[in-house]
């Protein structure tokens, strides 16, 4: 009696790059039509995904929008060897990120959403900024409340730049920013 070949893949649909093929199809979207424009339907065809695919990982266009940005920036690089230059570097490296095609738009189109939303809010601080403080706090030796206004002050700055002209912050903007901060912190 022969026995019947064994699949190493689980049944059903396979799912490997199903999570990146939509983060990159929702900031392209973004990019292209603006957030309020991304929808969930067309985030999903661009992706080439069923739009129940999309509404099982991620049930509303807000969760889907955080977890893309959790992806966007991945974990902060704190390069330095004083909290000065790692505090630089993070402000660098957020200005970067959010200058990204799709990045600036989606972020503060999710922030604006979530004013109104109080459980979009409370996904927002959790699974976005939650991490970053935890990270800050533990490589600044600072309280809190001066890593949450340092963050408040330079995502605040880098987005109204981005709302205001369209347009990511210039380097040399950014190093004036940098040093501001540097000098307050």
Same mark, same amino acid.
């Given at each position: 009696?022969?026995?019947?070949?064994?699949? @190493?893949?689980?049944?059903?649909?396979?799912?490997?790059?199903?999570?990146? =093929?939509? !983060? #990159?199809?929702?900031?392209?979207?973004?990019?292209?039509? +603006?957030?309020?424009?991304?929808?969930?339907?067309?985030?999903?065809?661009? #992706? +080439?995904?069923?739009?129940?695919?999309?509404?099982?990982?991620?049930?509303?266009?807000?969760?889907?929008?955080?977890?893309?940005?959790?992806?966007?920036?991945?974990?902060?690089?704190?390069?330095?060897?004083?909290?000065? *230059?790692?505090?630089?570097?993070?402000?660098?490296?957020?200005?970067?990120?959010?200058?990204?095609?799709?990045?600036?738009? @989606? !972020? =503060?189109?999710? !922030?604006? $959403? @979530?004013?109104? $939303?109080?459980?979009?809010?409370?996904?927002?601080?959790?699974?976005?900024?939650? &991490?970053?403080?935890?990270?800050?706090?533990? =490589?600044? %030796? *600072? &309280?809190?409340?001066?890593?949450?206004?340092?963050? /408040?002050?330079?995502?605040?700055?880098?987005? %109204?730049?981005?709302?205001?002209?369209?347009?990511?912050? #210039? /380097?040399?903007?950014? $190093?004036?920013?940098?040093?501001?901060?540097?000098?307050?912190?």
């Amino acid at each position: 009696m022969t026995r019947p070949a064994t699949s @190493a893949r689980p049944p059903g649909r396979p799912r490997s790059g199903v999570d990146g =093929a939509v !983060f #990159a199809a929702t900031l392209a979207t973004v990019h292209d039509l +603006g957030y309020a424009h991304a929808t969930v339907d067309r985030i999903a065809a661009a #992706a +080439g995904v069923a739009k129940t695919t999309v509404y099982r990982r991620w049930p509303s266009k807000g969760e889907l929008i955080t977890a893309c940005l959790v992806d966007a920036f991945g974990p902060v690089p704190l390069a330095g060897e004083t909290a000065q *230059e790692m505090l630089a570097s993070a402000i660098r490296w957020v200005a970067a990120k959010i200058g990204e095609p799709g990045v600036g738009a @989606a !972020f =503060a189109g999710v !922030f604006t $959403d @979530a004013v109104n $939303d109080p459980a979009l809010r409370a996904i927002l601080s959790g699974r976005l900024q939650a &991490p970053y403080l935890i990270a800050l706090r533990a =490589a600044l %030796h *600072e &309280p809190e409340h001066r890593v949450l206004f340092f963050i /408040d002050v330079v995502v605040g700055t880098l987005l %109204h730049r981005m709302g205001m002209t369209g347009e990511p912050m #210039a /380097d040399a903007d950014v $190093d004036a920013l940098v040093d501001m901060v540097l000098r307050v912190l």
